[in-house]
């Protein structure tokens, strides 16, 4: 009798709407579930990853200890720090920066830290170094997304774990530069792909505005989706999206500096043609880098032209890390750059994608090539053997990065910090004046003794540094101008250290004793209250 109700039920509704329901509503339960799964497991990532690197800045070193080698993390503070203090109050995004060099690398990176400074309401260094954590982990999550896509979980999942704990990209995540943000934009930028170009061409472009190779990487990328994509419409809205936010870049960059390619012009000036380097000769440690480099460049090289021609899976992030290695082969194979070479440049971030684009490739093959061509290999799981070999091994690694650490020597923060001291101990108003190049000197004054920025000047900017002829040789002459500018600047007290500028700024003070009072002198360092009697007595 039942069965005689249910084929008259089928008989009378053909379309079986009572049964699609039925259906639907257990598919919609296993989809949200799977939905579940899938967010746990992106969190789960994540954790896995932000874990050891919150455990290294917090456990293993401390929030400050960042290595003298990665001293620009500071510069790259006091970018952001300043021009949220002055900066951007003199222009619509005004970079500024005591050394001159604001411009240099980029806007985003410092745009967010202003973002952060402001929503925290801390501008202490902690806050690159935790931007620099949760991106260079959010990047971990979405090269698993990736390479599940392009190839299979399992891909995917041995990259993530790789990721999270190979030395020098865990290291690399904890100091606080600005790859990690680029990063997380060109790979989200690839996630989006194909399904949102406008997406993909803004994320680009937030990327090129972020470091200068990474303008060259996402140039390239899209370039290669232009010539390489079917679909018309697609490369269409990606061109646009891309060269909408590059063109308001480049008008940016001519605006205040000038030159609408300033990154990469001043990129290839310095660290290309090498006007930044001494000339000193290529022998040694660097001849054996300019060698193995020139390898990796035409390995890099030969790679990037066959995904481009064959265009196989996980055609993007291929491009991507294959033209990693061609800019890096380039640079230190054939470049200036690597007259400026040490040893622990092998453990540095500018290798960190490299090397782990190289152990993708690996995996890859482990994971998705030998499987796809002999299935006993997934089930006696022998890839999942060969790659926590390859992992262990790596940890190896952690001996050179400590190595390195130590030899460069670490940066004596209490001694900067002392310094500071000396000066936060006789200001009262006015501007302070201090060496160009000593970020964590500024760090210290603002974070610690509470002078703020708007009353820091740097003596780059000073007539000295201006002067068309030798200013202590016509002093008489220059004596004015320099006067003027203290004048201007409100400059109270006066701080020398160290810095080319040292020994312009003790001859100014014998020449014109009545101006410059000695306040405090402790190991070379001095500090001189600044008192210009009026105009009338100062030449008479």
Avoid at 38 to 58: C, D, E, G, K, Q
Avoid at 217 to 227: H, K, P
Avoid at 439 to 449: E, K, S, V
Wanted: aromatic letters at 18%; charged letters at 20%.
């Amino acid at each position: 009798m039942k069965e005689k109700n249910i084929e008259a039920l089928r008989v009378n509704n053909p379309q079986g709407v009572g049964f699609s329901r039925r259906r639907n509503k257990k598919t919609g339960v296993k989809e949200d579930l799977k939905k579940m799964g899938t967010l746990l497991l992106l969190v789960f990532l994540f954790m896995m990853a932000l874990a050891p690197r919150l455990w290294f800045i917090f456990r293993i070193s401390e929030p400050i200890d960042i290595p003298m080698w990665y001293g620009d993390v500071f510069h790259h503070w006091q970018i952001a720090y300043l021009s949220k203090e002055i900066g951007f109050k003199q222009g619509f995004l005004r970079l500024w920066d005591l050394k001159g060099m604001e411009f240099f690398w980029g806007l985003i990176h410092p745009l967010v830290l202003v973002i952060l400074f402001t929503l925290t309401g801390s501008s202490n260094i902690l806050v690159p170094r935790l931007l620099s954590v949760v991106c260079g982990s959010l990047n971990i999550v979405l090269l698993y997304l990736i390479l599940k896509r392009e190839f299979n979980w399992q891909t995917g999942l041995a990259a993530a774990i790789l990721a999270s704990f190979f030395p020098i990209t865990l290291f690399s995540n904890t100091v606080g530069m600005q790859e990690e943000l680029g990063m997380f934009f060109i790979f989200l930028g690839i996630f989006f792909w194909p399904k949102s170009p406008a997406g993909t061409g803004l994320l680009f472009g937030l990327a090129a505005m972020e470091r200068t190779e990474y303008w060259l990487f996402t140039c390239g990328l899209v370039l290669a989706l232009i010539l390489r994509s079917k679909n018309f419409d697609k490369k269409i809205i990606l061109g646009l999206s891309y060269l909408v936010v590059n063109l308001f870049y480049m008008k940016y960059l001519d605006f205040w500096t000038g030159n609408a390619i300033y990154p990469i012009y001043w990129n290839f000036i310095s660290s290309v043609k090498g006007e930044w380097f001494v000339e000193l000769p290529i022998n040694g440690a660097k001849l054996v880098a300019q060698q193995i480099n020139r390898v990796v460049f035409f390995f890099g090289l030969i790679g990037g032209l066959l995904t481009f021609w064959k265009k196989p899976k996980g055609f993007l992030l291929l491009l991507f890390g294959f033209s990693n290695l061609v800019f890096i082969g380039f640079m230190l194979g054939f470049g200036a750059y690597v007259k400026g070479f040490a040893p622990r440049v092998w453990t540095d971030r500018l290798f960190n994608w490299p090397y782990l684009f190289s152990l993708i490739l690996i995996l890859i093959f482990l994971f998705w090539v030998v499987p796809n061509k002999a299935r006993f290999w997934a089930k006696i799981k022998l890839n999942w053997l060969i790659f926590f070999g390859i992992l262990v091994l790596s940890w190896q690694l952690w001996q050179p990065i400590i190595y390195f650490w130590n030899d460069v020597g670490k940066f004596n923060y209490e001694a900067e910090k002392e310094k500071a001291g000396m000066i936060a101990k006789h200001y009262q108003k006015g501007s302070v004046l201090i060496p160009e190049d000593r970020p964590i000197l500024t760090y210290f004054l603002t974070n610690d003794f509470a002078i703020k920025g708007e009353n820091i000047r740097g003596q780059m900017f000073d007539p000295f540094f201006y002067a068309k002829t030798e200013p202590l040789d016509n002093w008489g002459e220059f004596r004015k101008e320099f006067r003027d500018w203290l004048e201007t600047q409100k400059i109270e007290l006066l701080f020398i250290s160290s810095g080319e500028h040292r020994a312009l700024y003790q001859q100014a003070a014998l020449k014109e004793p009545d101006w410059f009072e000695l306040l405090e002198e402790k190991e070379g360092s001095k500090v001189y209250r600044v008192i210009l009697p009026p105009d009338s007595q100062s030449f008479d």
